[in-house]
């Protein structure tokens, strides 16, 4: 994949203005505000480097959070991480495209970084548009004129066909920033080259991301055994013909995922026992974890898979050669329901075969654990990689693909 489109090598970068979209949105603390976790700013840093290194003028685009949300804020604490994480400098303007923006991009000397202000904060950069339609966006035309190059590095929101996304790419020469070239590289060549048996591990709260997974692996051979938890888990078990419980189900129905059940039926019933579901569930009673069989499940909220399942589960990823997880077995926040997802990561990183974590809170809880070493590539980007797991494009990475040479 990787081939069909440009990266930083294809650039002579000196003394050339290069626009790089970064994806550091990161946990903040509710109270304080304080940045919570810098992973993602320490990953970046190596794009961002290797392009003042070079002696670009690198200028900065990157969002935190969204309109709403209690965690949408400036980028100026951002811009002092970085500039920590890299031992660098990093300039910040509290604008996106500003005459203060513009003075300060056009003032900028090679080996010089430039953070602009969060680019969410453009109410246009949240409208999922074509490229071309994008690229007549005030963000865009206002810009594009001061730069020569456009790295788009953002792989996690490389599924999103936003502004800052895919704008640029119509008239300014384009490439993938290492981090985007390494998750394409390493999950693209995963899928294409998967050693059998291959084991899908999936779960969370995105049920209809994780079906189309399913769909997609199971139709093409890539997918030897499904193993689903959490609300999938759910849903799975539900299409069964298990009774899951009135407020479970009630709960499934709320969340507008309904449909998924028969989905999930169709799957099972095209593809037999490769779809695999909970044995058992684990409840609260009196402030405590209680593990129910799937055929006794009460009307109780399930919070986590039970250790039966767990043990199935485990022995199945034991035997995989090719190992793929998305999303958490249940409520891992909560000590009492973090034993399935816990106990399912520690079962991969002890595995032999090829693993990848695919973002997202299954990554977090795997990095919360110190077992990120121990996993063959933990991705970046949650969304994205369930993107590419369910064969879907990514309007990102199109969009570097058809670029301006």
Known sequence: ?????????????????????????????????????????????????????????????????????????TLSQHAEALSEILNLRVKYVDSLFSNLAKDAIKSLRPHEILLLENVRFFSEETLSRSPLEQSKTHLVTQLSPLIDYYINDAFAAAHRSQASLVGFTVNTPSAAGRVMEKELTVIQNALDNVEHPCVFLLGGMKPDDSIDVMENVLSNGTADSILTTGIVGNIVLWASGADIGEVNREFIASRGYEDMVAKAKELID????????????????????????????????????????????????????????????????????????????????????????????????????????????????????????????????????????
Request: glycine share 10%; with cysteine; hydrophobic share 40%.
């Open 1 to 73: 994949m990787v081939k069909e489109f440009k990266t930083i090598d294809d650039f002579d970068v000196e003394d050339k203005t290069v626009l790089v979209r970064i994806d550091i949105n990161s946990p903040v603390d509710p109270g304080s505000g304080i940045i919570l976790d810098d992973t993602r700013l320490k990953l970046h840093a190596q794009t961002v480097k290797e392009l003042s290194n070079k002696g670009a003028k690198v200028v900065i685009l990157a969002h935190q959070s969204r309109p709403g949300k209690k965690d949408f804020s």
């Open 270 to 405: 095209r593809f037999g026992d490769k779809v695999k579901y909970p044995i058992d569930v684990a409840c609260e009673r009196d402030g405590e974890r209680v593990d129910i069989d799937y055929t006794e499940i009460p009307n109780e909220s399930i919070f986590d898979i039970g250790v039966k399942t767990i043990n199935y589960y485990a022995k199945e990823i034991r035997d995989a050669k090719t190992i793929f997880a998305n999303g958490p077995a249940g409520v891992f926040e909560d000590p009492k329901f973090a034993m399935g997802t816990e106990d399912l990561i520690n079962a991969i990183a002890k595995s032999n075969g090829f693993s990848l974590i695919g973002g997202g809170h299954i990554a977090a809880a795997t990095s919360g654990l110190g077992l990120e070493d121990q996993m063959s590539h933990l991705s970046s980007g949650g969304g994205a990689c369930i993107s590419m797991l369910a064969g879907k494009k990514l309007a990102a990475v199109e969009a570097l693909k058809n670029s301006k040479d």
